[in-house]
């Protein structure tokens, strides 16, 4: 008994989707090591759906990029990575902006990296 209500307690996250507002707050903590996956077949392993805009003034986050992974620790900084196997975050990058769980914009400025609520 006492083992079916462990597992049945360690499945609660897994059973119902995150609210929105949850994962509006959680985009906040993306950085670090970030690898951009385009392929739509792999569309459910990404953490978030992103849409990278061109304007800064209607981005939900305007993150600056990082030469140098270890720099990449504030958030907001993220070094893109080339291979999935390295990354702290896999997004999925979508053209469709009302698909997209937060927008980005990228900026050549590290001090202009914010994450707007």
Not at 9 to 34: D, F, K, M
Not at 81 to 102: I, N, W
Request: aromatic residues 14%; negative net charge.
């Amino acid at each position: 008994m006492q083992l079916l209500l462990t597992l049945w307690i360690s499945l609660l996250p897994y059973l119902g989707a995150a609210p929105a507002a949850e994962a509006a707050r959680n985009h906040c903590q993306v950085y670090g090591a970030v690898y951009l996956e385009r392929n739509p077949l792999y569309k459910n392993t990404a953490s978030h759906v992103v849409y990278l805009g061109e304007q800064e003034a209607f981005a939900d986050m305007v993150v600056y990029r990082e030469s140098n992974k270890l720099f990449a620790d504030a958030p907001a900084v993220w070094f893109v990575t080339p291979t999935k196997a390295f990354a702290s975050h896999v997004l999925y990058v979508t053209d469709q902006r009302h698909q997209a769980d937060f927008t980005v914009h990228f900026t050549d400025v590290r001090s202009f990296a914010t994450c707007r609520d």
